[in-house]
Each structure stands twice: as C-alpha cells, then as structure tokens.
C-alpha cells in the first residue's frame, strides 16, 4: 500500500492507496501545534494502517515549503510544528521505513502528470490557486526543483512593470516574505479579495466576489478585469522563460470558469509572436492530489 500526507497549516490529509492507486481509506485532522504531536499523530496513522491493510506501506508527504539541501532541515512557516526539524530523519526513526518528503505542488502536478491533466507533456507548469499561490515544474518526466528546492516561486515574482502602466494608481500590497508587489498578493484567492477590497472600499471573500462578477456588478466585473490583467501579465514571463507544453491549473479559484478563457486570450500580448500558447487546463484531481502525489513519490 502506498500511504500520502497532504500537511497544511490548519489540517493534514492522509489516505491510503492501493497498487492501481486506488484510494482505499482517507481522513483527516487538524494540525498539530506541537512538533511531538504531530510525531504521534502520523505514528498513530501509520502503525493503524499497517494493520487494517495487513501491509508496511510506504510513506510520501507533502508540505507547504523545502527541505534545505545542505542541512536537510524543513523551510516550513506556514506550519510552526514542524518548521526547522528534520522530519524526513526522525520520521525514518520512529516508523522504521524510510520517509519521502516533497513540496506540496511539486506533489499536486505530480499526480496531474500520472494519470491527470498534464499526463504525456514534456515541459508541464501546475499553478495552484488558494490562500497563496503555488508552482511547480515537470519537465520530460521528473519534477524540477532547483538549486534550492524553490524551483516554480512564482508567487513572490514582483509584478511586471508594464502593469503599472497601465494601471498607475495599482495598490501597493506587502507579501508574507517581507517584499511588495509580490504577484501572488494579486492572483491568489487572497489577492483577489486584496483588490476587490481596495477598489471596493469593502471586504469580501473570493468565492463572493466571482458571483457578484456573473451577477454583472460593475465593481465585480472591473476587478476581476484588474486580476485577469496582472495574471496573464505575470503568467507570460513564466512561459517566457519555462515555454512549457501545458499548464495546469488547480485550487479554489481554478473552479471559476472564465479563468481559462480569459487567459487565453490576454496572454498572446504578452509573449513573442509566432509563439503557441501553452494549453490551459483545469486540474483533474481537484483537492484530492495532493495528498495523491505524496503517494506517488513511492511509486514504482
Ligand atoms: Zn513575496
């Protein structure tokens, strides 16, 4: 059997599957604060899996962040009780089997490469659209990490200037890595709200912003146009340097059915002409692959 962790700051998703990677058990708890609960909980998990299924299944995690290259420890700060530790070692200790660790949308176009939306691509870009914004790259068949294992940080790519440009007045958000502009305080769920909040003069959450949009509300429809903009503008500098085959895209807001069209469209502008665009498609395991892909990774 092949077990995978999805970690997120507020729970974890585990899930067992078999050999034609079919799942066959799945729950989930909230996270723990404490580094020796999280220790337990994942103990627990596993040794009661072990059972159930009569098997020593493997073990593949996904999390929001990098294990350092150098010193093996986790970057981690969206999930405080493991930030700093070496996981992959103690977990290798306490389960008695070794551990495999892997970003968490490293994880997420893993799956869509086996079986999903990017199967078959050589050069494919997954962008997951949440709270934040994650990438990942997947090139002729294995997943490309970087120099650091922070291959595919879109997210935190300054805004292009062009879009000053063309919208001076463009509010001046501050990102969680201590830096400005940083694309994803745009293009996220977040982001989304951040401008319908801005040019609004009222909060309110993406899911809500994007009814009021099909609704036709002026204000709705402008922002989303405001979004549309700076994701295209941002997206071409990524084909611009990757000039990947697909590009797959997932989270909450990859739901909104106007996203792939609309990209479509703005993004020749944005690129050298006699380009092809890269198709645009929405993920095929939705939620569910992450914690997939973190199975995957003990795939044979
Ligand atoms: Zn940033």
Redesign the pocket.
Known sequence: MLYGFDIGGTKIAFSVFDQQLVCVFSEQQPTPHEYTDFMVLINDWVKQADLRFSCRGTVGIGFPGAVNPCDRRLHCANVPAIEGRHLADDLTITLGRDVSLENDANCFLLSECHGGSGDGFATVLGITLGTGVGAAIFVNGAIHRGYNAFAGEI??CPIPATMLLKYPKLPQFS?????KM?L??YISGTGLANLYKHYAGMPLKSPDILDKYRAGDKTAINVVDIYLDLFAAGLGCVILVLDPDVIILGGGLSNFEALVPALTARLPEHLLKGMRLPTLRSATFGAAGGVRGAALLNYP
């Open positions: 997210g935190h990102c969680g890595c201590g830096r940083c994803e305080t």
